[in-house]
């Protein structure tokens, strides 16, 4: 059985950072698609952040130079790192990740990325940022 666990969220000023973590247990697939998501106040869900497990990586273009995911696959942990954050970045923050039947191939048109459908999901960590 697959869980989740996010981690490290929490309250910070604007231009400050936080780092979430998503520890993950049950999952042995040797192909597969990782992602953070994040629903704010009002708001859709909306993607984050992709690593397939060849770590390529792709980015929601409002994070993109400000968040970094990375995973240690030791440690079975997922990582977002976020910089600079903005008052737009208030939110429950989800990690979710998908096992892939095939080579990952990551961005738009291929199999990992935030368009992709997830399905296992964490709880959700929330990310308050104030200006």
């Known amino acids: 059985q697959v869980q989740l666990v996010e981690s490290g969220g929490g309250s910070v000023q604007a231009g400050g950072s936080l780092r979430l973590s998503c520890a993950g247990s049950?999952?042995?697939?040797?192909?597969?698609?990782m992602g953070w998501f994040r629903q704010g106040p009002g708001k859709e869900r909306e993607g984050v952040a992709t690593?397939?497990?060849?770590?390529?990586?792709s980015y929601a273009a409002s994070v993109k130079g400000r968040f970094t995911i990375s995973e240690d696959n030791a440690k079975n942990t997922l990582y977002l790192q976020m910089n600079s954050l903005k008052p737009e970045d208030t939110a429950m923050y989800y990690c979710a990740a998908q096992p892939l039947g095939v080579a990952p191939i990551s961005g738009p048109g291929g199999n990992c990325y935030t368009g992709v459908d997830f399905d296992d999901w964490g709880q959700g960590t929330q990310v308050t940022v104030s200006s």
């Open positions: 049950g999952y042995t697939y040797s192909s597969y698609c």
């Open positions: 690593i397939d497990s060849d770590g390529s990586t």
